[in-house]
């Protein structure tokens, strides 16, 4: 988790921000990590933050970039 916090402050500090589509795939990773580590309130936080910029960069939930999100998200919804 802490090597990919750190990815994440160079990824905002190069693009000024979070709500970037560059950084969505790190937000992601993060998210599965924290679920490794049973801390499903961040995993959802991070899901739920990643499929928000994913939808307003794509413009839609059909995109095969939000997949994977979407299927974090249905996984961790399983579980709650």
Request: glycine content about 6%.
């Amino acid at each position: 988790v802490m090597l990919l916090e750190e990815v994440l402050s160079v990824e905002i500090a190069h693009f000024k921000t979070r709500k970037h589509i560059g950084v969505t795939r790190t937000l992601n990773d993060l998210a599965v990590a924290y679920g490794y580590l049973d801390n499903r309130q961040k995993q959802r936080e991070l899901l739920e933050e990643t499929l928000t910029v994913q939808v307003a960069y794509y413009g839609t939930r059909f995109h095969i970039e939000v997949a994977t999100t979407l299927v974090n998200l249905g996984k961790l919804l399983g579980l709650l």
